[in-house]
T-cell receptor, first 115, second 118 residues
Framework: AQKITQTQPGMFVQEKEAVTLDCTYD???????LFWYKQPSSGEMIFLIY??????QNATEGRYSLNFQKARKSANLVISASQLGDSAMYFC????????????FGAGTTVTVRA | DVKVTQSSRYLVKRTGEKVFLECVQD?????MFWYRQDPGLGLRLIYF???????EKGDIPEGYSVSREKKERFSLILESASTNQTSMYLC?????????????????FGPGTRLTVL
């Protein structure tokens, strides 16, 4: 079974608007971590934001915030005030448990920001 | 800043050749990982290593092997390259967190190697 599901292959957003990227996950482990990465056309994966399963508050990092709904097993990324440089592929990933540092990745969502 | 480097950005090899992909990190990270990335499939873990000379199979180890003789270097080896191994290969490294903390085990990635096997 897919551990991470990203249902939006591609999205368009107008510059300065907000965009939400969906991510749902599947795990029976009570301890897990959720990560979002950005991959520009250059290919390098850039870490954006992290949410731990026991974190009480939604994570925020600058223009990035994570809408964590534990009961729904969703961890959507919100990018506020989109910029042209936000055009990239975005990946959601999950690490299960405390002793295993492997990540499971979703298929990714391509975001194109329009001027 | 964490620096993960990979030996080549682009590589073209012939079927049956032995291929070495090198990855070096400069942050004294214990853990290192090799992924391949294919359109529509995201990143899939090939092998990973928790320590020098240690290796563990990931989700798709068939056709690959790895070597970790030094802490900072993790090599991916294609013993006999095949066309279905044409892909983007990404290396990553991370700490083993001593205490739970915010993104303590974040993986940091290299720029990737786009391998074409003809």
């Amino acid at each position: 079974a897919q551990k991470i599901t990203q249902t939006q292959p591609g999205m368009f957003v107008q510059e300065k608007e907000a965009v939400t990227l969906d991510c749902t996950y599947d795990t029976s482990d009570p301890s897990y971590g959720l990560f979002w990465y950005k991959q520009p056309s250059s290919g390098e994966m850039i870490f954006l934001i992290y949410q731990g399963s026991y974190d009480q508050q939604n994570a925020t990092e600058g223009r990035y915030s994570l809408n964590f709904q534990k009961a729904r097993k969703s961890a959507n990324l919100v990018i506020s005030a989109s910029q042209l440089g936000d055009s990239a592929m975005y990946f959601c990933a999950m690490r299960e448990g405390r002793g295993d540092y492997k990540l499971s990745f979703g298929a990714g969502t391509t975001v194109t920001v329009r001027a | 800043d964490v620096k993960v480097t990979q030996s080549s950005r682009y590589l073209v090899k012939r079927t049956g050749e032995k291929v070495f992909l090198e990855c070096v990190q400069d942050m004294d990270h214990e853990n290192m990982f090799w992924y391949r990335q294919d359109p529509g499939l995201g990143l899939r873990l090939i092998y990973f290593s928790y320590d020098v000379k240690m290796k563990e199979k990931g989700d798709i180890p068939e056709g690959y092997s790895v070597s970790r003789e030094k802490k900072e270097r993790f090599s991916l080896i294609l013993e006999s390259a095949s066309t279905n191994q044409t892909s983007m290969y990404l290396c990553a490294s991370s700490f083993t967190p001593r205490t739970s903390g915010r993104a303590a085990d974040t993986q940091y990635f290299g720029p990737g190697t786009r391998l074409t096997v003809l």
